[in-house]
């Protein structure tokens, strides 16, 4: 049995057990779901660059049409994210906080491509950069812990033996 298994399907309490499958498969369908969002979005970036490159001047992107693009590139990207974190929930019933981090940040990135700098504010501009950095220093903490954890690990093993 998994030492972080939040939602085990073996409980003293049958609805408790029952409760903890019925989530299980929710999240299952979530995955499910998730697939069906990333084919979908993949649908409108090919819709995305079809209508664009065929709207006059036939064959050219503009500097907006390429940031539409983009966006809905990084878009199906933060769902491929998202399924992950699903699917690695649904192997380990831990929540992966390091992808769920990076994912956020590809999000946060995904606004600082597309923001329109003729329409924003300096407060949101601020916000944002905010954002970055607390998600930027929150990552590389998350690392830095693992990385340590993986050294005392192997140190650990080593004395073992």
């Known amino acids: 049995m998994n030492i972080h298994d939040e939602l085990p399907t073996e409980h003293e309490d049958a609805l408790i057990a029952f409760l903890h499958k019925t ?10 779901l998730m697939v069906l969002v990333i084919f979908w979005g993949v649908g409108d970036v090919v819709y995305v660059l079809y209508q664009n490159l065929m709207a006059p001047p036939f064959m050219l992107l503009s500097i907006s049409d390429i940031f539409k693009t983009f966006a809905a590139f990084l878009a199906v990207l933060i769902a491929i994210e998202i399924y992950q974190n699903i699917v690695m929930y649904l192997r380990t019933d831990v929540i992966p906080i390091k992808l769920v981090v990076a994912t956020a940040l590809m999000a946060i990135a995904r606004k600082v491509i597309i923001i329109d700098f003729n329409t924003i504010t300096p407060m949101y501009i601020f916000a944002t950069a ?3 950095l607390a998600l930027g220093i929150t990552y590389y903490l998350i690392g830095k812990h693992h990385k340590e954890n993986m050294i005392d690990e192997r140190k650990g093993s080593t004395n073992t033996h």
Do not use: G, R, T
Not at 25 to 31: E, G, N, T
């Open 23 to 32: 989530i299980k498969i929710a999240v299952k369908v979530l995955a499910i």
């Open 130 to 132: 905010a954002v970055v």
